[in-house]
């Protein structure tokens, strides 16, 4: 028994902030930022388009492919780290949007690895034969959370969300999950908590180059373990859809491995980095686009704050 993807959504939100838009706020220009990481622009929510809003749509465009009865949806993961309350979660206020009386329904907190975490839980459960349909989603909006003095952080981020939904079935789908953490190295990429009346600052901290060092060891480390334990050639693949973090990071980690860079999703250059919702909502454009077709090799990988990284490699 196997864990299949059976329909993906995404929610972008319309406001666009460009390259141009940065060199009036910071010190910075277009081209250093396309050099350092590879963006061109991305998107910032308005004030209404919390996690929840963004993760709603995106999970009604994932439904709305589909003729199951929404009920039959046994589990919502909402991976994120900046939903508005503690309680209730994200994943329950889109529950009741949905109108799903009764799942399995809670966040979870990995940073940019979330959704692969919550991919790899929704399959355990979903072998287990413990639910029939899984709601995945990845949903961030970390443009509030920046300092709008400090270039570093407020050229990378972008606010979206993306879905997907699983089902069990006797083709394969989801082959195998890798997830692992090592607090060692958390205080390089931080972001304090909010909802802490008396913490008063509320911007993420970033190690620029330090994490950029360790994510390329880590990634290209884990990216080898999958192939292995999965006793593929690398060539078999036919997509790879890293975390959307920085342009240099992907080169870098594709160059090591002799990827060829025409079987790499890359949507940074849109839309930034987007937390959580960067693989979803790669995965979900490259379906939309036509690009990912039936029975193909994908390897998801991802990294982030804690520090955690995680990689899935899956028939589609």
Known sequence: MFTKIISTGSYLPNHIRSNYDLEK???TSNEWIITRTGIHERRISKYYENVSFMGYYAAKYAIDNLKINIQDI?????????????????A????KKLGINDSISFDLSSACTGFIYA?????????????KYALVIGSDRLSYNLNPKDRGTLILFGDGAGAVILKSSKKPGILSTHIHANGKHGNLLTMPNCLNIFNKNKYIFMLGNEIFKIAVNILTNL???????????????DW????????????????????NINKVIIILDKYGN????????ALDEAVRDNRIKKNQIILLEAF?????????????
């Open 25 to 27: 706020m910071v010190n």
């Open 74 to 90: 046994g589990m919502i993961i909402v991976a994120t780290t900046s939903s508005d309350y503690a309680f209730p979660s994200s």
């Open 92 to 95: 329950c206020q889109i529950q």
């Open 119 to 131: 991919l790899s839980i929704a399959d355990k459960y979903i072998k287990n034969k413990i639910i």
């Open 223 to 237: 990216i080898n373990e999958t192939i292995n334990a999965n006793n593929i050639n690398i060539n078999k693949i």
């Open 240 to 259: 790879f859809i890293p975390h959307q973090a920085n342009l240099r990071i992907i080169s870098a980690i594709i160059k090591k491995l002799r990827i």
């Open 274 to 281: 987007t937390s959580s919702a960067s693989i979803p909502i």
């Open 304 to 316: 982030g704050g804690g520090l955690t990284w995680g990689s899935i490699l899956l028939k589609f």
